[in-house]
């Protein structure tokens, strides 16, 4: 059995990702709410435009402050993007197929008169799906420390 300093230091990269990964969120949903309510743009364009800026924020933080890395910015910024795209390609499926199938496009939150797309929902539950393939693939295809040295 694991002592504890030894258990801390094995749950501290999910937790520091876990902590990025909430960043992300904000920054996607700001991004896309920018692009879908305020410019327009078709929701799956907005969907990607979100993901493109939370992605990048994203490797910023998981390069500097969770994984510590020191390999080269620009092949590993380019795997990061590609194993994220796992989690947005499941994010992009929930989101379709919640406009698809539901019968409401708005969701009504009672008492404070606000409908909300149904695309934030989906969006943000699809993101959190998309959360364990994207540690998975970062942690032992982006950041591995092998490839650091």
Known sequence: MESGPDLLEKSEEPIKFALVGISGIFVNL??????????????????????????????????????????????????????????????????????????????????IDLNIDIIYFASLFGIFLGFVSNFLFSKFFVFNNSDNV
């Open 30 to 111: 700001l991004v896309l709410f920018l692009a879908y309510d305020v410019f327009e743009i078709f929701y799956g364009l907005s969907l990607a435009i979100g993901f493109m800026f939370s992605v990048t924020s994203n490797y910023i933080l998981n390069r500097i402050w969770t994984f510590n890395s020191k390999g080269s910015i620009l092949p590993e910024y380019l795997k990061y993007v590609a194993s994220n795209y796992t989690g947005f390609l499941i994010q992009l499926s929930v989101v379709f197929t919640a406009k698809k199938l539901s019968p409401k496009q708005y969701l009504v939150i009672p008492f």
